[in-house]
């Protein structure tokens, strides 16, 4: 099992940054692929990036390369999602994501652990 707590999340103005963290416990962090998910209301929810146990990295590049950085320490089991030039389209809950195999995906189904969530809202 890992557990997932996101932080970080709040009220931003468009244009603004946020740096949202997900601390990892349990099972061994360091080889699992994280990923970050969001979820706005009424919509499914969207892959934003992922990063790999080496630090390999793959973004939504139709909705937030460019602005979001997704980074790890493993040493702290930690996982960030940099946030910049933050618009109100990416006012959702944000989700860290698990996966317990090494190979990353886009796909949330692929994805075996989650957090409860921090909410973003960017107000224009």
């Known amino acids: 099992q890992v557990q997932l707590v996101e932080s970080g999340g709040g009220l931003v103005q468009a244009g603004g940054s946020l740096r949202l963290s997900c601390a990892a416990s349990?099972?061994?962090?360091?080889?699992?692929?994280m990923g970050w998910f969001r979820q706005a209301p009424g919509k499914e929810r969207e892959f934003v990036a992922f990063?790999?146990?080496?630090?390999?990295?793959?973004y939504n590049r139709d909705s937030v390369a460019g602005r979001f950085t997704i980074s790890r320490d493993n040493a702290k089991n930690t996982v960030y999602l940099q946030m910049s030039s933050l618009k109100p389209e990416d006012t959702a809950v944000y989700y860290c994501?698990?996966?317990?195999?090494?190979?990353?995906?886009?796909?949330?189904?692929?994805?075996?652990?989650w957090g409860q969530g921090t909410q973003v809202t960017v107000s224009s």
């Open positions: 990063i790999t146990w080496s630090g390999g990295v793959t």
């Open positions: 349990g099972r061994t962090f360091s080889s699992n692929v």
């Open positions: 994501a698990a996966r317990k195999y090494q190979l990353g995906s886009k796909d949330r189904t692929e994805y075996d652990y």
